[in-house]
């Protein structure tokens, strides 16, 4: 039986074929010729859309006063480390291992001397302030107006004025000879607020008041400085300086507290910056003559 498509109906005689054409291949169906009836498209029903996501209205924290407890807190730990920091200070060790001892208030010291380990400076027979550093003994202290100027035995010059340490300096190579010579006419005062380190490599010129380096003059190739030898004369320091071979005129240098004394000198000032006098003594510039 041959399926014919939807609404079409076989003729009389194609529903009752004759006998023997049902077998023939005239008659035989083929696959070309059956129609099967359309069928509507799959239809899949769309996801239903996804619910939105709950919002929530973003709450705004309010920085209110502090509670009571939480400013107590903070409070105390700042006390805390406010105590701390005091204490880490106050046992850090000092410079160069300084310890300054006041004594009796009064007048500023006008005498200062060493006395074992320790420099003491004095008003009379009162007891101003003493001075020390930790495994260092004193060799030579210079009084100078109200403060002393220290001579130790690693090379270091101090000047303390009982309140504070001013300054320190350090002299280059100084720890041998000053164990076999000692301090004796090193620190040698030159007026006007100077003071001459006498070593025997080189005598250098510090300004007291502030320990700035103002002159240097080195010995002579093959001779070297004697401080214990040195000697005033007038406003003139005359240091010895030997030397293996030259002339006795050459053994001998004269400095004061410009540097040192020699024809047509043209030295720099002392004073500090901003005192009224120009740093350079001669600040004008040569000019050649007119011809």
Known sequence: MAVLPYGRTAPPEAENPPDGAAHSPAHRPTRSHVHSPARPPAHHPAPPPAAP????PTRKRSLGPLRP???????????????????????????YGDHLTPGTPGPPAHTARARGDVVEAYEGRSLRWRYARVGRRPL?????????????????????????????????AATGWLRRQGGTGVLRPLGRGILAVVTPSRIAAYRTADGDLRWLLPARAGCAFHPERAVRHGTALLVAQPCRHGAWTAQL??????????PHRAPLGNDRPGAGRPEHARTEKALAPPR
């Open 69 to 95: 407890h939480r400013s107590l807190a903070v409070a105390a730990a700042l006390l805390v480390m406010t105590v701390l920091l005091a204490a880490a200070h106050a046992i850090r060790p000092a410079p």
């Open 53 to 56: 996501a709950p919002t929530h």
């Open 253 to 262: 240098v004269a400095v004061d507290d410009l540097g040192g004394i020699a």
């Open 140 to 172: 030579s202290v210079l009084p100078a107006r109200g403060h002393a100027i220290a001579l130790w035995d690693d090379g270091l010059v101090t000047d303390t004025d009982g309140r504070a340490v001013r300054w320190h300096r350090a002299l280059p």
